[in-house]
Every structure is written in C-alpha cells, then in structure tokens.
C-alpha cells in the first residue's frame, strides 16, 4: 500500500487546517484532555462540530443516498487526526458507531430519523455495553429486556458509559435471550432524559467524568429495537472496530513526542546535557520508531476500510494494542527523562514539558481500557489473526 497521500487528500488536509485556524478557541481545542478531547460535552463544542457539519465533512464515507458523499475512508482519517493534533472535538460516535450501523443494519424509521440529525451535528449519544460484571467482555452483559406489548422493559446498570452526563440518546446493548451468552443481545436507543434512567457520575484518575447508568423499568418502543432480535453482539463488534481505531488517533501521540524531544533537545542533567546521554537518546529512538509504526497501522486499516464490508476486525485491534501500549510508553518514559520536576500538575510553567508528562501518564490509564481492554485485543489478534485455539 502507499503510505504517501494523493494531490487531492492533501488539499484537503490543508483545507481542514486552514479551517482550524479560522476557529482556533483554546475552550475548544485542548491538547492536554488528550483523548478525551474528540467528545461535544460544552456548548461551544458542540458549535464546532455544527460548523464542521456545514462543511459538509460529516458523514464522508456514508452513501449519497443517506447524506453522505460515497467518500474513501482516508478524508475522515485526515479530517480526525488534524482536529485530534489540535484537541478540538471529532466526528465521533454519531457518524462513526451510530451512523454506520443504522445504515447496515437500521429500519427506515431509524434511519430517517437519526442520520439527517448526526449529519447535521444535531445530536450526542452515549454507548452504553460495560457492565459492573462485564467490562470488556460485552458478551457477558445482563442489562435485562423483557418484552412489553408493542415495546420492551429495560432493568439493570451500565457503567463506564462516556457521555451520559451530556448525551442526548443512549446506543445500549440488553440481554433479551438468556441462554445464549453470543446470541442473546439485543441493541436499542433509548433518550436519556428517559424518567427511568439514572445516571451517577464517576471521576476517574484522566479528570474526566464517566458515568454509572441505571435502568429501572425503562421502556422502548420496539419501533427503537436496532436491526434484528438477538443480532446485537454482532452489531456490536463491527462498531467496537471502528471505535478502537476512531477513539486513538495517532497525532496526539506524534506531538508527544515530539515535545518530548524538543525538551531533550536543551534540558540538562547534573549539568551534562540530556541529548548526550545513551540512555535517553535509545529511549527517544524507540519511541520515534515505534511512533511511525502506529501511523502505518493506522494507514493499513484506513487502507482495509475502503475495501467495503465489515471493518477490518484485526487490523483495528492490531492498532489500537499498539497505539494505546506506545501511548502509556511513551508517558512513562517522558515522566522517567522530565525527573522529579514532572510530577507538577499539567500545565505549570516551570515544570519539564509545562507538566503535560503528568496529564498523560494518567490518561493513558484509560486508553489501554476504553473500546476492549489490551488483553481483548491480543485474543482477538491471536485466535483470528494468528489462528491459536481459544485456550492457548
């Protein structure tokens, strides 16, 4: 594959760029919430993702019959990581997760409904399949839908959810089989202002908010069931490839590194300087390396996604281990070369690397987490990439 970008992919990076700068608002753009910056939780927010829509940059790759431009899947990868570089807000969940399985799989209800909203920024939604028993492994989830007449009676608790606390519609997973752990799961939306739902926020060590969410007789219509009875597990993993691969862009990771190198560049250490010691430059060359393999796993399963069909399972969960381990890497190491002084709180200005070092080493707690934690991807990578039995 080419790993270089066409005359016209450029231009429109440049255009995306220019773009940026027109509506640079440091409210908005906050490098230091890393990947927590691509959620529309402000007003001011969500007023970006409504000009990004303007632009017609939403819903690239959908089909023209649904709003989209039958685009290749590279324009939304150069349109993600230019606003991730910036930490401005991405196209997210709605065109992502939500759009993209209402269009496999959605009745024309929920198509017309939803997709004109996502492709207009008009609206927020939560994912909500971790439970308090069942975090990365979404087949085990016991939220419990019993059917109701014309609808369905939702108890139970989701927790980890993302968004709840601002989200307008809730993209939930719910047992509606017993018996059949894989075929038992049933995906609905749900509106969260819904008198039955309950939503507890959780701080958690990155300063963001995630949320417990709890279900007491919520009921939904049947008309809001997504795709088939008992297909939802299905449903599920197809959109959790494009999560693993949308939540973790790589130009965050990049201007890590590269303001870690900048730092190596002047600091100094007992008086000798840090770009002097064998140590810290073995350090900075693994992480520049392994910097641009996690860019050339993303091009392959940008590269695999334009083939059509499903998202390319393995290529995501092959990015998303190694984006997310390099990540946590490349914060230990800057907070081991910064020294003592990079304990300091993000953004002091005498701190190594104005604390940025800090911030990420606790973020990136998070990111070996968030869309199947590493050691679901390496059973992914193992049983269907390299062909291991399940026990090996």
């Known amino acids: 594959m080419n790993f270089e970008f066409s005359e016209a992919e450029s231009a429109f990076l440049e255009e995306v760029r220019s773009f ?3 509506n640079d608002d440091p409210e908005v753009m906050d490098v230091t919430r890393e990947n927590m910056a691509q959620i ?11 000009k990004i829509a303007e632009q017609g940059w939403l819903g690239i790759t959908w089909p023209s019959e649904y709003g989209g431009q039958d685009g290749e899947g590279v324009y939304e990868y150069l349109l993600n990581e230019a606003l991730a570089q910036v930490g401005a807000p991405q196209i997210g ?21 939803f997709l004109p909203k996502i492709l ?27 059917r109701d007449g014309d609808g369905w009676r939702l108890n139970g608790q989701k927790m980890w ?31 969260m202002d819904h008198p039955g739902l309950e939503v507890q926020g959780i701080p958690t060590i990155g300063d963001e908010i995630t949320n417990a969410v709890y279900f007491n007789d919520v009921y939904v219509s049947d008309d809001y069931r997504v795709g088939e009875l008992n297909r939802g597990f299905q449903y599920i993993s197809e959109a959790l490839d494009l999560e693993r691969f949308t939540m973790f862009t790589y130009s965050p990771i990049e201007a890590r590194i590269k303001l870690l190198v900048d730092y ?8 000798k300087p840090l770009r002097e010691d064998p140590i810290v430059r ?11 393999v996690t860019r050339c796993l993303g091009l392959r399963f940008v590269a695999q996604s334009s083939k059509g069909g499903k998202p390319p399972t393995i290529e995501a969960s092959m990015y998303k281990l190694f984006a997310t381990t390099l990540s946590q890497k490349l914060a230990n190491d800057s907070m081991d070369i910064g020294g003592p002084g990079s304990q300091l709180r993000v953004r002091t200005d005498d701190a190594p690397m104005k604390g940025r070092a800090e911030s990420t080493y606790r973020y990136t707690v998070i990111d070996t987490v968030g869309g199947g934690g590493s050691e679901i ?14 026990n090996f």
């Open 40 to 50: 529309c939780d402000t007003p001011k927010r969500r007023a970006l993702m409504k």
């Open 93 to 113: 969940k709605g065109v992502g997760i939500i759009g993209k399985t209402l269009i496999r799989h959605g009745s024309d209800k929920l198509k017309a409904e």
């Open 20 to 22: 940026i700068r027109e």
């Open 377 to 390: 991807q390496k059973n992914i990578i193992s049983r269907r990439g390299l062909g291991l039995p399940k």
């Open 264 to 271: 190596v560049k002047t600091a100094t250490k007992d008086g």
């Open 282 to 292: 073995q350090k900075i060359a693994h992480l520049v390396t392994h910097g641009e």
């Open 161 to 191: 959810t993302t968004s709840a606390h601002f989200a307008d519609w809730y993209w939930v997973g719910a047992r509606t089989k017993k018996d059949d752990k894989h075929g038992g799961i049933t995906l609905f939306l749900v509106p």
């Open 120 to 146: 207009n920024a008009e609206i927020e939604f939560a994912v909500g399949y971790s439970e308090p028993q069942a975090g990365s492994d979404a087949a085990a989830m016991q939220l419990e839908a019993k």
